[in-house]
């Protein structure tokens, strides 16, 4: 419960209790309990309504109620995701890519550093390994 949280009415707490269902439900026994319950909450109500200052709720009161978990959370989450990047980074050399001669013969003709007849001969050759060494 926090401080913007409307407090706890005893009295209209110990009007509900008493009013525990003994007998048969009857709109008359409903509607006096409606009456005791408005009855009871009207000077808290009046109260409430002679403040004159309407608080409203925002998300960053919530925000606010729940950083005392969040933050603890988050940083223990950022903690344990350093420590994989970590732990995984370090298990193995990175090596470089295998790339093929038909990907390197691609990316050749797409930076202009293949000229497009090599590449068209490379795409239609029969034998693809004798075309490959025309497209270096």
């Not at 009857?26 to 319950?37: D, F, G, K, Q, W």
């Not at 090596?95 to 239609?124: E, W």
Request: glycine share 6%; net charge positive.
């Amino acid at each position: 419960m926090s401080s913007a949280d409307p407090r706890r009415d005893e009295a209209l707490a110990h009007v509900l209790r008493e009013s525990r269902l003994s007998a048969p439900v009857t709109p008359a026994r409903v509607r006096a309990l409606s009456e005791r319950i408005a009855a009871a909450a009207a000077p808290l109500l009046a109260e409430r309504a002679g403040a004159g200052e309407v608080r409203q709720r925002t998300v960053w009161d919530y925000a606010a109620s729940w950083s005392g978990v969040l933050l603890p959370a988050g940083v223990l989450t950022a903690l344990a995701a350093g420590l994989c990047l970590f732990v995984l980074s370090a298990q193995r050399e990175p090596s470089a890519p295998k790339l093929s001669r038909s990907r390197i013969a691609l990316m050749g003709a797409a930076t202009n550093r293949v000229s497009s007849q090599n590449l068209i001969d490379f795409l239609v050759a029969s034998d693809p390994v004798a075309a490959r060494g025309s497209v270096r």
